[in-house]
T-cell receptor, first 118, second 112 residues
């Protein structure tokens, strides 16, 4: 298993440009989410999804769109990039916490995508 | 989800036990305590979680007070590779989806 794969790892944009950060997982996890992390800060939840076709907003959703057409993929779209969106973005996935000693509800994170908006 | 409070930074000597505290005084009866760590801007890594009993795995031990208002993560023999930011998170275990609300965490520095 590759786990959670994020692309690209690095990206530089100009203000107003659009782009999509890709996230894919091969663990058949139902839950996926996007976080951003600014320098010296903890992670903040942008959007999350509990299954294909279902998405919801997190703590800081403004300026970002998501969709979940398949279980495997959860892309994050920036429609008009702003310097305030310069950050490191992490995608995560998790199986549903349906109980049992072996199911910890653990989130598995990708390696991050570093975005700079000039 | 209940809010957590952690010290911003701690030091620990290599080979000694690292004890990282966390306060969660507003925790509800169905909320679990989770610990994650983040090593130098990598993606966070799950360490351990618990409800009310003390828990131990190959990475760490989790001690939760009887009133559940605070907990301590213990790394029994800290190594330089344990230098990281440690996050204490309180969440409902089931049907929470991919949501984790991170605080500022504790930056642990393990020194030779």
């Amino acid at each position: 298993n590759a786990g959670v794969t994020q692309t690209p790892k690095f990206q530089v944009l100009k203000t107003g440009q659009s782009m999509t950060l890709q996230c894919a997982q091969d663990m058949n996890h139902e839950y996926m989410s996007w976080y951003r992390q600014d320098p010296g800060m903890g992670l903040r939840l942008i959007h999350y999804s509990v299954g294909a076709g279902i998405t919801d907003q997190g703590e800081v959703p403004n300026g970002y769109n998501v969709s979940r057409s398949t279980t495997e993929d959860f892309p994050l779209r920036l429609l008009s990039a702003a310097p305030s969106q310069t950050s490191v973005y992490f995608c995560a996935s998790s199986p549903p916490s349906t109980g049992g000693a072996m199911n910890t509800g653990e989130l598995f994170f990708g390696e991050g995508s570093r975005l700079t908006v000039l | 989800d209940a809010k957590t409070t952690q010290p911003p930074s701690m030091d620990c000597a290599e080979g000694r036990a690292a004890n990282l505290p966390c306060n969660h005084s507003t925790i509800s009866g169905n909320e679990y305590v989770y610990w994650y760590r983040q090593i130098h801007s990598q993606g966070p890594q799950y360490i351990i979680h618990g409800l009310k009993n003390n828990e131990t795995n190959e990475m760490a031990s989790l001690i939760i007070t009887e009133d559940r208002k605070s907990s301590t993560l213990i790394l029994p023999h800290a190594t330089l590779r344990d230098t990281a930011v440690y996050y204490c998170i309180v969440r409902v275990h089931y049907n929470q989806g991919g949501k984790l609300i991170f605080g500022q965490g504790t930056e642990l520095s393990v020194k030779p």
